[in-house]
């Protein structure tokens, strides 16, 4: 039990990155955290697919002229690719933080949410005015 | 001019080392290369002194091994300090006059108290650097104005 | 001409991709909307050529820079992913002309370039979502979808700065749901080494047992579902649709959770293979409840709304229950609805949004009270929503009524009487919610201080007036479409055992 | 001033070397681990010291927000154009094969072109952002990013 | 020759591993930052050095000795640019250095004067 | 002219009448020609079919098949024959009222009335001539989307919750209990064709038949079958000649219609009667009948007492279907037809007493009829009819009920249709009495027009408003001497 | 004997991380995340004569640089809260702190 428990370290912190992503992105009021939450989720992933591309004896698929057993190259690509995703999307993430800073004042999404609840009981009052 | 010509020659010759392909795509592409390079270092206003220090000349490897030789000693005397069960430190901040003209020159000074440990450069003032010792013994290092003399010496040659 | 046709299939995706740097290159307002027209008209004739092509000649296969698949990324066009790429870019094509004086009134006028350029990858990215044939592409086309669709969200903040958190908090789900789904697309990739569909639908059928299939299907189910905002994933839409500019929302509520709808069934049909037990249970445990949930509180929710275009998102939450019940359903029929409703449901929603969005540029805000009286002012625009809203509703001769004929007859193929049932209950709520706007609308009193409104410019109305035409036109011949989508419910059934 | 003296000296020194380290990595791409993406951070990061050091200010000058905001799509461009020279030269899409008269001269040159437009972009997205990021006060308004 | 030269780069990042080891325990010994700023100058300097010029001898004249020596260089120039760089950071933002009692710059400066 | 074609103009006519109206708008003369001309041509249209139909024809129209198994599809059969003429014929009739009562009461939105009214007997041709039970369902869709605007008329509060209770009560019924019937039966049958016999037969456990028929009864929400009869009285709020519409001319009938429809080419007569499926109906019905006639004799405003005289009446119909004989079935269509005109007269004269006098009130309207006559003697034969005295037209029906009850060997449907006469006296015949027989109340002349009969000493509403109801009166009357030849056309649905 | 090299490096950054997780300045933490750089850098240098991919020295290259820079970005934000501000206006600033 111990030895599959050990022999899987990898799937152990890719479970581990996940969780704390999550649980960040979920427990976080402060939008800036969140995105960082976000961040180490999409980690796990990277991870995850770095452990994909291990073959046993297998070094990083850079071509030379030695013949030698290479690690599968694709996993590789896919995380490069991954990665560039993740980056947009933080960077697109950060820069909607800003501007919502810009606008209210505020990064916790608590005070963000009492100012909307405001503005929308001051609509409905006017509505029913 | 000068200046410019010293920095492409030796940015060329940075590509041809690193580059070990001697074909005509990676040449004409390196010649591109080192082109756009220096375009862009005139667009930021690199081309002074600074930027390329001709006038150092083969000077510096002489003042490189001296200072090989203080950064060796400088690493012993300060591991020694570390490694010791009762932590023989005594930290202090001096003044050190620096007798350099040029900024570049001042640099190389700060830099090398700094890369001796035991010393590290944290400010400088005027014509003085501030520097941050770890004992009375390595401040004397510093102060004893060996340092500042030889860079500036490498300075006016 | 032999050159194109041979390369349609690539053309489809790499025209718009090419066109959305070079849009973001023009100037003006004028130049990146048209362009962005031509490339949508375009991209819709192409969708039409592979949807006459896979129907006359079976599935078509492209390799992208020659490597064979599984190695290289393979685009396979069947008649399932050319019907769905037909729907987003017949939707493009059609909200595009609407675009033109929708957005100069919503979107700053300084950042039209940037606006179209982010609406061509949103384009871009789902049209490739639908016809690549090779897992990861899936994502990383998912997410040039997802991210612009957050620029394009973001857009509205000039109109109201709720646009801004919307589109944030869409980003923070959709991104966790796309990192599912690549998690998913791992583990399969673990256990079977490729990521090419059709060689994964292979290779995963002799692994049923296998710990990491099942863990991936779970992601990518999960994953998928956050994406089409499936009860209760669902709490990024409402607002979403609500602060985006009219045309985003048309467009989007029109195609993007379509899209995701297909690699949902996609996953469950032709890769895992309804013969996978995973599949059944999903159907039953999962998909099941959590339908006829989002058919009843998102219509509930809907009735409490006074934004309409909340209203309506909240409507989509619920016809979205309607689309995940036919994939509940498990036979043809249900399938057939749940193929059916993604078109059905574009024409319905896209003429509501697009009707909405003409009233927005009339009067600004689009709430219940301010459309009060409105129905006299602009007759056209009303009357499309009252006809749009009829096939929300279900009436027959409508498209609505098409999809949950089929839906309702699934159930009864199943022996499910009570969810039968619930569907036509369900539709009821609907009526409140349709007719509550045209109460207000046309029986309403105006609110004091709004003077004379007239009615939309034709250019919207056009397009709006050809969404609620299509609405009943395939209502009442429905030949073509159920033709189509009872042939999508086949392939999928018949690719299981 | 003197505060920076260290760091200005320094970086001016370094700026060139970084540059060209840069375009070295970019167009050995095939040989190591480079590529387009890499050269195109160093590329930027060498831009970023620049700002870092001498003030956003100065850097718009040098590379302006006008020509980033033209390089971004030109490299994504010649990307999706190299994609559709290989169909005109008769191949499939992004088929390299076809560029040049025999196949692995026209993978060497597909690679080239198409990694040269990958570091454009990567390079001009990252400067970029650093710009938008870097170049904003606490009051700045909606319009002006 | 090349039993020399193994021997000679194996002692070399032996020597490089264990200050870079020194270095660090510095790092966790001394008392306040300005000191062990010194400790991290250990590990930057002769630490790195030594293990770079370590691996240089394990390559010989090659592509790989070049970037090697290109590795050198660069922190050679910018380890004592970044250490210089949080030191004046620290001291301009406030930070006081703990020192030996009673001493402080302008005595300092005066024994400059007569050590001239 | 084909006659496919006369079948599709029979839809195409007031659909395009429709749009004539709506771009005559502006002109009230010509809209209101338009509307006069629209339903004399498509009275001729119908009657020239009714001649086919007398020769034994049955002229189909497919249309589109919207999903496979699914038609659209007209037909012409007698019952939807007769109903075909009861709401074309009485669609003049009710424009011409509708010109007097409009004008005279000064209503808003004039043209969307027109409009709709136009639609809504469109529609009701669609349901009269649906060849399956999937078009009548859709035709039955589009009457109640097209009256709603009608009863929401007056736009106020009170007729915008009165519309709200009606378009919710017939979209919910019709949704909830009606399409999944018709959803039931197709997959039960396989086809929804209308078919003599029924279509049911050895495709459903018997054991279901009732529910399957409760479900369409109930669904059928235009037949005001307690309990969810509500949206008449509800919908009184609308303008008279839109009570007309709904009580006589459209809704109403268009609810007993498909009741017919349904107990005669769904199920079968015959089947029905062998499982005894619709007993419970006779119940239902009776109760329906008995309760609202109780409730009408307790109101005093005059609309609503006919409103609940309406929902009794149509229990009469849902009565002889669910007798299931060819006699409960003759009556109850012959009833289609009788209380039509009836209820049209007395809904017309309410309507001019109110454009007279503005009074709602029965207890108001003493002595009313001395000074307008015609009107009140209009109400008086068609109550009478309603009663079912002879030599009117309501006598038939109520006969070949009483004739059904009897073959059936029910005693207590007899008891309960005798009663039920007898409550139809009591909460009809007072107005009558009252009017004619108390004081005059001293007149106060209302409006600036010159009331017709003026010199004479009378106060009639407008002509427009009084020759309506004495033709339709006289209808009644005409109707009891040609009853034969109705039953004849109606004969071959009972085979 | 790279080996050893690589198990001294693992040590080194392991106990580096402790400086920086334990402060207490935040000079402290810069310092340490700098450090730990430097030994990325020799570690990854290393890792590829152990595996025999120098190749990674490249990667290793790029890694020095960007610990450079983004350490100077640290300091330039944590002293000014800007990373826009010039040298003068820099100078300004701490003129009238
Ligand atoms: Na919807
Ligand atoms: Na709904």
Request: with cysteine; hydrophobic share 55%.
């Amino acid at each position: 039990m111990l030895d599959a428990i050990i022999a899987h370290y990898n799937y152990w912190l890719v479970i581990f990155l996940m969780m704390i992503g999550l649980y960040i992105v979920i427990s976080r009021g402060n939008l800036v955290k969140k995105i960082v939450g976000l961040n180490i989720f999409q980690t796990s992933v990277f991870l995850l697919y770095i452990t994909l591309g291990k073959v046993n004896g297998g070094t990083a698929p850079i071509l030379t002229d030695k013949p030698e057993t290479f690690s599968n190259p694709l996993p590789h690509v896919l995380i490069l690719t991954a990665i560039v995703v993740g980056v947009a999307t933080t960077a697109l993430g950060f820069a909607l933080v800003v501007r919502i800073r810009e606008s209210y004042g505020s990064i916790e999404e608590d005070d963000i949410l009492a100012t909307e609840r405001a503005e929308d009981e001051i609509a409905v009052n006017e509505a029913l005015s | 001019m000068v200046h410019i010509v010293g920095l492409g020659a030796s940015l060329f010759g940075f590509w041809l080392l690193m580059s070990g392909h001697f074909g005509p795509l990676l040449i004409s592409l390196g010649v591109a290369s080192v082109v756009l390079v220096l375009y862009i270092a005139h667009r930021m206003d690199l081309y002074d002194r600074e930027t390329f220090p001709v006038h150092l000349k083969g000077w510096i490897f002489g003042y490189w091994g001296w200072l090989a030789k203080e950064i060796f000693k400088a690493n012993i005397d300060v591991a020694k300090i570390v490694l010791a069960p009762s932590l023989p430190i005594s930290p202090r901040m001096v003044r050190v006059k620096a007798t350099q003209k040029t900024d570049l020159g001042m640099v190389i000074f700060a830099n090398s108290i700094t890369l001796t440990p035991g010393t590290v450069a944290v400010d400088i003032e005027g014509d003085e650097i501030i520097v941050h010792a770890l004992s009375q013994e390595l401040a004397d290092g510093v102060l004893n104005g060996d340092m500042d003399g030889r860079v500036t010496a490498l300075e006016e040659r | 001409m032999s050159l194109l046709s041979e390369h349609i299939p690539v053309l489809q995706v790499a025209v718009p991709l090419l066109s959305a740097p070079l849009c973001s290159l023009l100037r003006g307002v004028r130049l990146p909307w048209l362009l962005a027209l031509a490339v949508s008209w375009f991209a819709f004739a192409i969708s039409i050529l592979l949807l006459i092509q896979v129907m006359d000649s079976g599935d078509i296969s492209y390799h992208m820079g020659n490597w064979a698949p599984p190695f290289g990324i393979e685009y396979r066009v069947d008649v399932i992913n050319a019907f769905v790429l037909l729907i987003i870019s017949g939707i493009s094509a059609v909200a595009l002309p609407y675009a033109r004086l929708s957005v100069a009134h919503e979107v700053d006028p300084r950042r039209h370039g940037q606006f179209y350029t982010a609406y061509l990858l949103c384009l871009t990215g789902l049209l490739g979502v639908t016809i690549t044939g090779d897992a990861f592409n899936i994502f990383v086309f998912l997410e040039i979808s997802s991210l612009s669709a957050y620029v394009l969200i973001a857009a509205g903040a000039r109109q109201d700065r709720r646009a801004l958190t919307a589109a944030y908090n869409y980003l923070v789900l959709g991104t966790v749901g796309a990192t599912f789904f690549v998690i998913g697309v791992g583990l399969l990739y673990m256990v079977t080494g490729t990521l090419n569909i059709a060689d994964l639908a292979e290779r995963i059928r002799p692994l049923a047992d296998n710990r990491a299939v099942q863990a991936g299907f779970a992601f990518i189910i999960i994953g998928m579902g956050l994406k089409l905002a499936m009860f209760p994933m669902h709490t990024w839409l409402p607002n979403a649709y609500t602060y985006a500019p009219s045309t985003v929302t048309v467009f989007l509520a029109s195609t993007a959770t379509k899209v995701s709808v297909y690699v949902v069934l996609r996953f469950l049909f032709t890769v895992f293979g309804p013969a996978y037990g995973f599949v059944g249970l999903t159907f039953e445990y999962i998909f099941l409840p959590l339908a006829i949930l989002a058919m009843f509180i998102g219509s509930t929710a809907a009735i409490y709304q006074t934004n309409l275009k909340r209203l309506f998102a909240y409507s989509s939450v619920a016809q979205l229950g309607y689309i995940v019940l036919g994939i509940a359903l498990g036979n043809i029929a249900g399938l057939t609805a749940t193929v059916l409703h993604l078109f059905n449901h574009a024409l319905m929603k896209g003429a509501l949004f697009m009707a909405l969005g003409c009233v927005a540029l009339r009067i600004g805000a689009v709430s219940i009270n301010g459309v009060r009286g409105l129905g006299r002012e602009m007759p056209w625009t009303f009357a499309a929503i009252a006809g749009a809203g009829l096939s929300l509703i279900g009436v027959p001769s409508t498209v609505g009524f098409i999809s949950k004929w089929y839906l309702i007859l699934g159930a009864l193929e199943n022996s499910w009487w009570p969810v039968a049932l619930l569907i036509v209950a369900s539709s009821l709520l609907a009526v409140i919610y349709v007719w509550k706007i045209i109460e207000a609308a046309y029986f309403g009193v105006a609110p004091e201080g709004r003077g004379p409104v007239a009615e939309a410019p034709l250019e919207m109305l056009a397009p709006l007036w050809l969404m609620v035409v299509a609405n009943f036109y395939f209502g009442i011949d429905a030949d073509l479409t159920t033709s189509v989508a009872g042939k999508v419910a086949a392939t999928f059934l018949g690719s299981g055992s | 001033m003197n505060h920076h003296l260290v760091l200005r000296v320094v970086s001016k020194l370094l700026i060139p070397f970084i540059l060209l380290f840069a375009l070295y990595v970019q167009f050995h791409g095939d040989y190591g681990p480079g590529g387009g993406f890499q050269a195109g951070v160093l590329f930027a990061s060498a831009f970023i010291l620049y700002a870092l050091i001498y003030g956003v200010d100065n850097a718009r000058e040098v590379l302006p927000p006008k020509a980033l905001r033209f390089l971004v799509p030109v490299g994504l461009i010649i990307y999706a154009l190299t994609g559709f020279a290989s169909i005109v030269m008769g191949g499939n899409y992004l088929d390299y094969d076809v560029l040049a008269h025999d196949p692995q001269h026209g993978q060497h040159l597909g690679i080239l072109v198409i990694e040269f437009g990958v570091g454009t972009t990567v390079a001009a997205v990252m400067v970029t952002i650093f710009y938008a990021y870097a170049g904003r006060t606490r009051d700045v308004d909606d319009e002006d990013w | 020759m090349e039993m020399i030269l193994y021997i000679a780069s194996g002692a070399l990042l032996a020597a490089g591993s264990f200050l870079v080891l020194v270095g660090t325990i510095g790092m966790l010994r001394l008392p306040d930052f300005f000191t062990r700023l010194h400790a991290a100058g250990i590990t930057d300097t002769l630490g790195a050095e030594l293990l770079l010029i370590g691996m240089m001898l394990q390559a010989g004249f090659s592509l790989i000795t070049v970037k090697l020596i290109l590795i050198s260089l660069f922190i050679f120039f910018t380890s004592p640019t970044a250490t210089h760089a949080v030191a004046n950071a620290a001291r301009t933002m406030g930070l006081k250095p703990a020192l030996v009692p009673d001493e402080d710059i302008e005595t300092t400066s005066v024994r400059r004067g007569s050590a001239k | 002219m084909s006659t496919e074609m006369a079948l599709a103009l029979t839809l195409l006519i007031p659909s395009l009448g429709g749009i004539a109206i709506a771009c005559a708008g502006r002109y009230p003369n010509l809209r209101e020609a338009i509307t006069l001309i629209t339903a004399s041509v498509l009275f001729a249209v119908v009657i020239s079919l009714l001649q086919e139909v007398s020769g034994g024809r049955e002229p189909t129209l497919a249309l589109i098949e919207v999903v496979p198994g699914l038609p659209l599809m007209l037909k012409v059969e007698p019952l939807g024959m007769l109903f075909g003429c009861v709401a074309s014929g009485l669609w003049i009739v009710n424009s011409l009222y509708s010109f007097g009562y409009m004008r005279g009461t000064n209503e808003t939105n004039q043209t969307r009335f027109y409009i709709c009214f136009a639609i809504a007997i469109a529609s009701s041709m669609g349901i009269a001539f649906a060849g399956n039970m999937f078009t009548l369902f859709i035709f039955y869709e589009i009457l109640t989307i097209s009256t709603y605007p009608l009863v929401a008329h007056k736009q106020n509060a009170e007729a915008r919750s009165g519309a709200r209770l009606y378009l919710g009560l017939l979209i919910g019924t019709s949704i909830g209990f009606q399409l999944v019937a018709i959803i039931w039966t197709w997959v039960a049958a396989g086809t929804l064709d209308f078919t003599i016999g029924g279509i049911l037969r050895d495709k459903i456990d018997p054991t279901m038949l009732p529910i399957l028929l409760a479900l369409y009864m109930f669904g059928i929400g235009k037949a005001a079958l307690m309990p969810f009869h509500r949206w008449l009285p509800a919908a009184m709020v609308a303008p008279t000649p839109v009570s007309a519409l709904l009580h006589a001319v459209a809704v109403v009938k268009a609810g007993v219609f498909t009741v017919l429809k349904v107990v005669i080419y769904i199920f079968g007569i015959e089947l029905l009667s062998e499982t005894g499926a619709s007993g419970w109906l006779i119940w239902v019905a009776s109760f329906t009948l008995l309760a609202a006639s109780l409730v009408a004799i307790s109101k005093d405003n005059l609309k609503a007492r006919l409103a609940y005289s309406t929902i009794s009446q149509l229990s009469y119909i849902i009565l002889g279907a669910a007798l299931a004989s060819s006699l409960g079935v003759l009556g109850g269509a012959l009833h289609i037809a009788t209380h039509a005109l009836g209820k049209i007269t007395l809904f017309m004269c309410a309507g001019a007493i109110y454009v007279a006098t503005h009074k709602t009130k029965i207890s108001d309207m003493q002595g009313l009829g001395r000074l307008m006559p015609f009107t009140f003697a209009a109400f008086c034969i068609a109550a009478l009819s309603i009663i079912g005295l002879p030599p009117f037209a309501g006598s038939w029906s109520k006969w070949y009920l009483a004739l059904a009850a009897a073959d059936a060997g029910r005693v207590l449907v007899i008891a309960v249709l005798m009663i039920s006469s007898l409550l139809n006296v009591a909460y009809l015949m007072p107005l009558v009495a009252r009017g004619f027989f108390r004081p005059a109340p001293p007149r106060q002349p209302v409006g600036a027009a010159v009331t017709p009969g003026a010199r004479f000493g009378l106060a009639e509403a407008p002509l427009l408003c009084v020759i309506p109801p004495c033709l339709t009166a006289l209808g009644c009357l005409v109707l009891f001497f040609y009853a034969d030849e109705v039953v004849d056309l109606l004969r071959p649905i009972v085979g | 004997m790279f080996i050893g090299a690589t198990a001294a490096l693992l040590v080194a950054m392991a106990l580096t991380l402790i400086r920086a997780f334990a402060g207490p300045t935040l000079f402290d933490r810069v310092l340490a995340a700098n450090s730990f750089g430097t030994k990325t850098v020799l570690l990854i240098g290393v890792l590829g004569f152990l595996t025999d991919r120098p190749e990674f020295l490249d990667i290793a290259l790029l890694y020095a640089l960007v610990n450079f820079i983004g350490t100077i970005a640290v300091l330039k934000f944590f002293r000014y809260r800007n990373l826009g501000l010039s040298n003068t206006e820099a100078a300004d600033r701490e003129e009238i702190d």
